[in-house]
């Protein structure tokens, strides 16, 4: 039974597109995140979100709007995809906003044709 | 915001080798962790550990929070150990790198038969 599941695992699409990726977690947790794993393996925060508040919005286009429904969702929603947002997105969550482990979902790779 | 650097960046053992992997961080933390990235591309969590020393089978970790640096060890490698080890902090107050994990850019491991 996966914690933190992502789909779809895989994503290839044209430029121009609009595409979600969806994230769920049965953990419990209460803060769930979205990060950014570039071509050279760099991780980066993206957003949080608690209780399903967004607290940390880092500079990312607004191209980009994550969305959460309920506090065990956190869907990532891109418009306009252009050929820089190829990377592999990782969903994770935490059971607080501070100093609790973290788990993460397996990864959606996502390229842009 | 908070800087995380690990050493080194690159390792090749022989199956059997023991190896110690090295994190420094830039300020105080509350939460430090941990993570293997395998070929596959899942991070798989190895050790929460803001402070203390902890073992899991042929894994040990130790942070020391007052000199800012935490060593993950090592043992008997075996080549399924092969892949990314991660190593993720989040400062411990209210400012640019709290609420999230910051990431170093990994030790790529390579254990050879």
């Known amino acids: 039974d996966t914690a933190v599941s992502q789909t779809p695992k895989y994503l290839v699409t044209q430029m121009g597109n609009d595409k979600s990726i969806k994230c769920e977690q049965n953990l419990g947790h209460d803060t769930m995140y979205w990060y950014k794993q570039d071509s050279k393996k760099f991780l980066k925060i993206m957003f949080s979100?608690?209780?399903?508040?967004?607290?940390i919005n880092e500079t990312v286009p607004n191209r980009f709007s994550p969305k959460s429904p309920d506090k065990a969702h956190l869907n990532l929603h891109i418009n306009s995809l252009e050929l820089g947002d190829s990377a592999v997105y990782f969903c994770?969550?935490?059971?607080?906003?501070?100093?609790?482990?973290?788990?993460f979902g397996q990864g959606t790779r996502l390229t842009v044709v | 915001g908070i800087q995380v650097e690990q050493s080194p960046p690159d390792l090749i053992l022989q199956e059997g080798a023991n190896s110690t992997l090295r994190c420094n961080f830039s300020d105080s933390v509350n939460n430090l962790q941990w993570f293997h990235q395998n070929p596959w591309g899942q991070l798989i969590n190895l050790f929460y550990i803001p402070s203390g020393t902890k073992q899991n089978g042929r894994l040990s970790a130790t942070t020391v929070a007052t000199e800012r640096y935490s060593l993950l060890y090592i043992s008997s490698s075996q080549t399924t150990d092969s892949g990314v080890y991660f190593c993720a902090v989040e400062l411990a107050y209210s400012g640019a790198g709290s609420y999230q994990l910051t990431f170093g850019k990994g030790t790529k491991l390579s254990v050879i038969p």
């Open positions: 979100y608690n209780n399903k508040e967004l607290i």
């Open positions: 994770a969550s935490s059971q607080d906003s501070t100093g609790t482990e973290a788990f």
